[in-house]
């Protein structure tokens, strides 16, 4: 079973539908065999360099009261937790391309689960910009990759058209809010939803597919 798992390291919805969709594929086990990918998409595409207070960028992209805004932070860590991922104080947003391009290359040595775990964990646990270059390098080591050949990658711009040209293909698609999992380039499963939820989802794609 292919599974392309596309978004943003920005988006905490993504940390936890990863981790759900991960406790859905333990219960699975090797019943369906299955090939993960992940694929960049930007939720603040022009977010400058220096960042945005999380607060302030967060009322006013989705029109929320500073109330309703923790009463969704304390659903999300709740979810989070549910599924193995602490939340912890988010106090900025920043700009996520340069994470793009390392998970781009995490793939091609073979180690994309890791950096997309390492990445989210540094920006929604430890609140670190992964636009930074020393926290870009300490997720790569903490993945398992070559620190030197990360820090090779993260100075240029390697990996920046391959990472447009994905986002791009993922646009024309359709996909205009993530995570979004597309199974066998096939069907659609949008959101942070439950493990059980992704279980069912793919057994019965599984069991469809026979």
Known sequence: MKIDFVSDVACPWCAVGLNALERALEKIGDDI??????HPFELNPQMAAEGEDATEHLMRKYGLSQEQLERNRAGLRERGASVGFQFGDRARVWN???AHRLIHWAGLEGRQREMKHALLQAYHGRNDNPGDAEVL???????G???ERAREVIAS????????AQERHWQQMGINSVPSIIINDRHLIQGGQPPEVFEQALRQLAQAAE
Do not use: K, M
């Open 137 to 143: 390098y300490r997720a790569a080591v903490e993945a």
């Open 145 to 147: 990759l070559d620190g």
């Open 157 to 164: 711009d390697r990996y920046a058209a391959e990472v447009r």
């Open 33 to 38: 065999p299955v090939e993960l990918s992940f």
């Open 96 to 98: 996520t391309f340069d």
